[in-house]
C-alpha cells in the first residue's frame, strides 16, 4: 500500500495502457451491448452477502432515489432542480465501473492521492465508452458519462442517493443476520448526516422505516396480491 501511495502517478499510467487497449472492443461493441454487462459485475466485494448486488440493480435503485430527492427539492423545499436529469446522471454514475471493475470503498478513499489517481482513471474510462456511441449522438452522453463535468449540486444529490442505496443494501444484510454490514451502515448514516441534504434527511425520515418492515406488515395490497 506504500508502494501504492508513493507511485499513485505511475499507477495511473499503467491504467490508462490497460484501458487504451480496451478502445477497439469499444469501436466493435457498441455502447449499450457494453451498458448491458453492468449486470455481471457484483458490489461490495470484500464482504460477505447474504446475496450479492449487481451494477445494474444498484444504478436502477440510486436513480429512484435522486429522482426523488429531486422531486422532494422542488416540492418540499421549493427548490428548482431538474429531478429527471439527476435520475440520468444517477443511472450512469458507476458506468464506468464496467472498465474499472468495482473498487472496495476502503480501498478508493484510503488516501487523497489515491483518490485522484482512481478519478483519473474513472475519467479516461468515461471517454472510452463514449467512443462506442455515434458521433452523432456522444454529446448527449458526455455529461452522464464524465462525473468530472457535473455542478456541485448534481453531484451532491446523486452522491446521497448512492449512499443511500449502499444503506438500504446493509438494512437488508441486517435483516437477514448478516453482521458484517454494520460498521459500514454506521459509516453511511455518519456520512449522510455530514452531507447535511434536506431532501436526503427528509427521505430517511418519510421512507427507510419501510426498508425495515416485512411485506405482510407493511400493509400493501398490490405486494400481497390483492
Not at 170 to 178: F, P
Request: glycine content about 4%.
Amino acid at each position: 500500500m506504500k508502494r501504492a501511495l508513493t507511485h499513485a502517478g505511475e499507477l495511473s499510467s499503467d491504467l490508462q495502457q490497460i484501458l487504451h487497449r480496451k478502445k477497439n472492443f469499444m469501436q466493435e461493441q457498441k455502447f449499450f451491448a457494453i451498458i448491458s454487462r453492468m449486470k455481471y459485475i457484483n458490489r461490495w466485494g470484500l464482504m460477505r452477502n447474504t446475496k450479492n448486488e449487481n451494477l445494474s440493480e444498484h444504478s436502477l435503485e440510486t436513480a429512484f432515489i435522486a429522482h426523488a430527492l429531486g422531486i422532494i427539492n422542488n416540492e418540499v423545499f421549493h427548490g428548482s432542480v431538474n429531478a429527471e436529469h439527476l435520475a440520468v446522471l444517477a443511472m450512469y454514475h458507476d458506468a464506468t465501473e464496467i472498465i474499472t471493475g468495482d473498487m472496495p470503498t476502503p480501498v478508493k478513499y484510503y488516501s487523497e492521492q489515491i483518490r485522484r489517481a482512481y478519478g483519473e482513471v474513472e475519467d479516461i474510462a468515461g471517454r472510452e465508452l463514449l467512443t462506442a456511441i455515434p458521433e452523432e449522438l456522444r454529446s448527449r452522453y458526455e455529461e452522464p458519462l464524465l462525473e468530472s463535468s457535473w455542478n456541485e449540486e448534481d453531484y451532491r444529490f446523486v452522491k446521497a442517493a448512492d449512499k443511500l442505496s449502499a444503506w438500504l443494501k446493509c438494512i437488508e444484510e441486517r435483516k437477514m443476520g448478516n453482521t458484517d454490514f454494520y460498521d459500514a451502515e454506521c459509516t453511511i448514516q455518519n456520512e449522510l448526516v455530514k452531507m447535511q441534504l434536506p431532501e436526503a434527511d427528509y427521505f430517511c425520515e418519510h421512507f427507510i422505516p419501510a426498508y425495515t418492515e416485512t411485506i405482510d406488515r407493511s400493509g400493501n395490497a398490490a405486494t400481497n396480491g390483492e
